[in-house]
């Protein structure tokens, strides 16, 4: 998974509280993003970053905060998880932005009861 | 592993045959396109890509035709394997929203039958 990894693996929890998903990689990759899938929707781009501190919205945004304080990590965060947010959750890296390829981490299935 | 969809398009093919996988896109401003491999519990993998100044591309065992007339893209495989076996996604860059930003098509699965 090209240096990339994903904590935790799976995760439940109840509606209301608050979820922080992280991604880590090795690469030294100047971009990052945060995707969700989920049946018939393929991949979603949710929030992604350019550089430390350096952070944007992507199509599905709302519900979700992200912070990059280091170049190796990514932080998503769900303030008040919703059942909505059920879904897996990959973080992807890359060199050149969305114009370019991307490798994927492992995945985070998250289940919000 | 993580269920990547329950009602995909499937492609099942013998082992040792060639698989065509399809893939219609929506923007004719579309400048770069990408093929992912999933298979079951992973992430996305890297297969193969293209930009939209070419109409095909070769890599190992893998072809990518570009047809921008119609707005389509094909992934070719040449003697699949029993390792084939995943959800095949395209997806196609555009400038949107003030950044770029790659769309991703819902998949087809490839089923290789020995």
């Known amino acids: 998974d090209a240096g990339i990894t994903q904590s935790p693996r799976h995760k439940v929890t109840e509606t209301g509280t608050p979820v922080t998903l992280r991604c880590h990689q090795t690469?030294?990759?100047?971009?990052m993003y945060w995707y969700r899938q989920d049946p018939g929707h393929g991949l979603r781009l949710i929030h992604y970053?350019?550089?430390?501190?350096?952070?944007d919205k992507g199509e599905v945004s709302d519900g979700y905060s992200v912070s990059r304080s280091k170049t190796e990590d990514f932080l998503l965060t769900l303030e008040s998880a919703t059942s909505s947010q059920t879904s897996v959750y990959f973080c992807?890296?890359?060199?050149?932005?969305?114009?370019?390829?991307?490798?994927f981490g492992p995945g985070t299935r998250l289940t919000v009861t | 592993g993580e269920s990547v969809g329950l009602h995909l398009p499937t492609l099942s093919v013998q082992e040792g045959d060639n698989s065509i996988i399809n893939c219609a896109y929506s923007?004719?401003?579309?400048?770069?396109f990408i093929w992912y491999k999933q298979e079951s519990g992973k992430g996305p993998q890297f297969i193969i890509d293209?930009?939209?100044?070419?109409d095909k591309r070769q890599g190992q065992r893998v072809t990518v035709l570009l047809n921008k007339t119609v707005k389509h893209l094909s992934l070719q495989i040449a003697a699949t394997q029993p390792g084939d076996s995943a959800v095949y996604f395209c997806?196609?860059?555009?400038?949107?929203?003030?950044?770029?930003?790659?769309?991703f098509g819902a998949g087809t699965r490839l089923a290789v039958h020995p």
């Open positions: 293209i930009r939209s100044n070419m």
């Open positions: 992807a890296i890359g060199d050149l932005g969305q114009g370019d390829e991307q490798y």
């Open positions: 970053s350019y550089g430390v501190k350096d952070t």
């Open positions: 997806a196609e860059n555009l400038f949107s929203g003030g950044y770029n930003k790659l769309i």
């Open positions: 923007n004719s401003a579309s400048d770069y």
């Open positions: 690469e030294n990759h100047r971009y």
